[in-house]
């Protein structure tokens, strides 16, 4: 198999993976480590291309090419999502601190309760 067929399979394999939903948290870690596994590995392939390319080697680069395009946004997207995810997280244990001690934040009408009593 040469470089060029070898990084038409592991781009295919990683558009799949980024095509894929985002997995529950358990599994999250291993996903993002396998994603991470793969673009290493598709860095190391684009670093070893050099010409002369055969004709087929040109036709699969240029299905490579046309695929990489989508890899940044579909990257984003799951960026994107895991920040949501973040943000709710963080919002929910604000409320939960707020249920814990409501006396804490600052009320609305600007009466001060008196933490001695």
Do not use: C
């Not at 395009?69 to 973040?86: H, N, S, Y």
């Amino acid at each position: 198999m040469t470089i060029v067929e070898s990084l038409d399979k592991i781009t295919s394999h990683l558009i799949a993976l980024l095509e894929s939903p985002l997995p529950a948290e358990e599994k999250r870690d291993s996903f993002m480590e396998e994603i991470d596994q793969v673009l290493q590995a598709r860095e190391e392939l684009i670093a070893k291309l050099s010409p002369p390319f055969s004709d087929i080697e040109m036709v699969i680069g240029k299905k490579v090419a046309l695929a990489s395009q989508e890899i940044p946004t579909k990257l984003e997207a799951f960026q994107r999502q895991i920040k949501q995810e973040w943000g709710q997280l963080q919002q929910s244990k604000k409320t939960v601190k707020a249920y814990e001690n409501p006396y804490n934040a600052p009320t609305a009408d600007g009466m001060y309760y008196d933490k001695r009593n």
